[in-house]
């Protein structure tokens, strides 16, 4: 066999190159490295078969029609498991909140930024302190003191842009991605 | 060979090492066991199979837990949550086939395991107890699959379910209480199914429990060997690792690569198709088999006409492995010095194929009469053949040590003169 002249062979280990590596380093090393591969790729399948399934992926999107939500009528929906609160607001809501937008908010934010159409707020109805539903959907409900929303768990009170103004939370509720697929449709997510 | 000259290996002398040693000892129990364990010299591939059931245990747990939480032990909601599983959950389908067909990969090794016992008499002296519990882990395997198998709710989960429940209403006057009390009604049902699923959780860590006693007990007097002789001191024996460490990785890879030829290629082929079809109480399927491990029990069981009799059996095929170090008369362990034994051990082999067979037919003609016949020889073979072979079978003269066929005479023979031996 023609073998590179700076080999020699020792008993018991092999070829034996003069820097002290051998074939059994070689073969240790690749051996260890595919099965290192091996054991991470199926790792891999049975972590990711955790995260959520297809089916759970394909009710990610909702889809709203606002045509019977009157003027000053909410509706709360269910997306990804959470409610959102979809707001018919009135002329005064609205102007309120473009008023507001001078306001010391902790939050800042203009409510031009939070709509895409300035009658449709569109708000995940979840509460950034700690995760409550906040009341205000109802009109039996407590609307705060600036005519939002009132969180009953720890009293935060939100705008009528869904914006935080006073209590323990610490930003606006969220505004969910959502698109118009026509003049009185929407689709969350 | 109880005790042997232990020399710490050289990771013993790190300072962590040492520091946790010292405190909890699982260094030493490491280095003792499964590093330094001197393993007789001779051992075979056949001697992979008892790790290999041991990462069949882990592959199965491993992807148990994972399927549990996708799945829904509830009659209204197991079949839909397992065809979710399949076809919605992130490589639920990969996680699935590894758990079905690894229970299948998990029995072969198991019976491959124990036909290694069998022919080289590894349940003689010193080993009975080490053999029990290894049939308690059998035991045990048997009813996590059976209740595994339930889980899916197709109609051979249900019917499966019914027949095998129903075995237990053979028994007189306690028979009908036993059975609903399984049941947890008036037939298999959701409380079944729930309970199943329970149990099913928790008997693979049960089984895990008897393993490490089944280790516990192989360590004390360390592994048989093809020669079936004790070893005679230092000169038989090699340290585990490197020695056996690469050599049941060698075997776990190809053995890999058999277990995913039928995850990947050909999932369905030790399953029955009409388990995808939902449970139904009120319609049985024409053709009621179980999965292929249970087939040559299955066969027993429907060997004889009689109900209470052919259940008795059944158990009785498996009750009479307990006896078989004292059964089996010959002082002899391997077969390979036992030239009629080793026909025998043959036989027995071709006998428990032919059950398998005849438990996959329909019983009645052909099939049902090799299912009697090889049900009798069953019996024979641990009632009659053992205990007269060790009587009138002349065994081979069996070498000195393990050292000497594998270096040699001459060499064997000086390191014995080195080495006074004591006697067997």
Known sequence: ?189 | MAKYDYVPSPFMANSIVKWVDHRLPIFTLIDEQLVKYPAPRNLNYLWNFGSLAGIMLVVMILSGIFLAMNYNPSTAGAFDSVERIMRDVNYGWLIRYIHMNGASMFFIVVYIHILRGLYYGSYKYPREILWWLGIVIFLLMMATAFMGYVLPWGQMSFWGATVITNLFSAFPIVGEHIVLWLWGGFSVDNPTLNRFFALHYLMPFVIAGVVLLHLWALHVHGSNNPLGIDAKGPQDKIPFHPYYTVKDAFGLAVFFIIFAYFVFFSPYTLGHPDNWIEANPLVTPPHIVPEWYFLPFYAVLRAVPDKLGGVLLMFGSIAILFLLPWLDTSRVRSARFRPAYRVFFWLFVICCLALGWAGAMPAEGVPLLVGQVATVWYFLHFLVFLPLLGWFERPLPLPASIAEPVLGGGKAGMVAATKPMEKA
């Open chain 1, 1 to 189: 066999m023609a073998q590179p002249g700076s080999t020699t062979i020792t008993e018991g280990e092999g070829r034996k190159h003069p820097d002290g590596t051998t074939r059994r380093d070689f073969l240790y090393l690749s051996a260890g490295a595919f099965a290192g591969t091996g054991a991470v790729l199926t790792g891999w399948a049975f972590i990711h078969s955790m995260n959520p399934a297809a089916d759970v992926l394909a009710l990610a999107s909702t889809e709203v029609n606002l045509a019977p939500i009157a003027v000053g009528q909410a509706i709360t929906v269910t997306w990804r498991g959470k409610p959102v609160f979809v707001r018919h607001r009135t002329a005064e809501e609205i102007a309120k909140a473009k008023e507001d937008d001078k306001a010391a908010l902790p939050d800042p934010q203009p409510d031009a930024r939070r709509v895409q159409k300035p009658e449709w707020l569109v708000l995940v109805g979840v509460c950034t302190h700690l995760g409550c539903v906040p009341l205000g959907q109802k009109p039996s409900d407590a609307k705060g003191d600036f005519g939002g929303w009132f969180c009953p768990c720890h009293g935060s009170h939100y705008d009528t842009s869904g914006r935080i103004r006073r209590g323990p939370a610490p930003a606006n509720l969220a505004v969910p991605s959502y698109a118009f697929t026509n003049d009185t449709t929407i689709r969350i997510g």
